[in-house]
T-cell receptor
């Protein structure tokens, strides 16, 4: 059973637009939800993360929205830029457990 | 501060062979995790090493094994390679303090192709 489900699989957005990627999780014991950005030929890099005690976290153009009752969280990229073109992964983890569960990834293409 | 480095970056093996992948953790980190990323998929947890011992394992068979050394570097060994082992193998280091895991910092991975 896939612990974290991510959608869409791919996304095309015009420069300056808003990119939205969604994730849903099963395990209510998860308490840490990061988003990773991966460029071709590189390892994933932490972008932004949230814990379930807040409903939203914003860092620059990147915002995580978290809905605990729906067991969903999403990444919003405002004013999307061609340099944002990458694959994005959501993930989830339980406190004091060492295993991160990753979504299947969303390939974002921002058109100039 | 040096980041996570992995070697080799690419390698090709044939079915049945054995492979060893290496990882140097980021300075100050004491924990190393290994993930397998198949093409078009998210990383899957293989195992974690902390204080030179395996500290948690995902759904991978025993032919996947590892080591952590006193300097916190690590090796991933895979025996009896199968075609489905073809993937990007990612090493991630973190700092475990008071039982709580810190952020994962990934290396660029080792791309393994099994023919």
């Amino acid at each position: 059973q896939q612990q974290v489900k991510q959608s869409p699989q791919s996304l095309i957005v015009q420069k300056g637009g808003i990119s939205i990627i969604n994730c849903a999780y099963e395990n209510t014991a998860f308490d840490y939800f990061p988003w990773y950005q991966q460029f071709p030929g590189k390892g994933p890099a932490l972008l932004i993360a949230i814990r379930p005690d807040v409903s939203e976290k914003k860092e620059g153009r990147f915002t995580i929205s978290f809905n605990k009752s729906a067991k969903q969280f999403s990444l919003h990229i405002m004013d999307s830029q061609p340099g944002d073109s990458a694959t994005y992964f959501c993930a989830a983890k339980r406190n004091n457990f060492n295993k991160f569960y990753f979504g299947s990834g969303t390939k974002l293409n921002v058109k100039p | 501060e040096t980041g996570v480095t992995q070697s080799p970056t690419h390698l090709i093996k044939t079915r049945g062979q054995q492979v060893t992948l290496r990882c140097s953790s980021q300075s100050g980190h004491n924990t190393v995790s290994w993930y397998q990323q198949a093409l078009g998929q998210g990383p899957q947890f293989i195992f974690q090493y902390y204080r030179e011992e395996e500290n948690g394992r995902g759904n991978f068979p025993p032919r996947f094994s590892g080591l952590q050394f006193p300097n916190y570097s690590s090796e991933l060994n895979v025996n009896a390679l199968e075609l489905d082992d073809s993937a990007l193998y990612l090493c991630a280091s973190s700092l475990k303090e008071q039982g709580s895991d810190g952020e994962l910092f990934f290396g660029e991975g080792s791309r393994l192709t099994v023919l």
